[in-house]
């Protein structure tokens, strides 16, 4: 499911630049894909 999300996240910001729609609040929900994948790899890294 994080993963979908993720990818919602990029194809909905990839749009965004197409059709200039919301480009504003698309970029905010990119950085913020963009910080939870992050976290997930370093808590990945920690449990191994």
Do not use: E, Y
């Amino acid at each position: 499911m994080f993963w979908t999300i993720i990818g919602a996240l990029i194809l909905i910001w990839v749009l965004g630049l197409v059709f200039k729609v919301a480009a504003g609040f698309i970029h905010i929900l990119l950085i913020i894909a963009v910080i939870l994948i992050l976290v997930k790899v370093f808590q990945g890294r920690r449990r191994v």
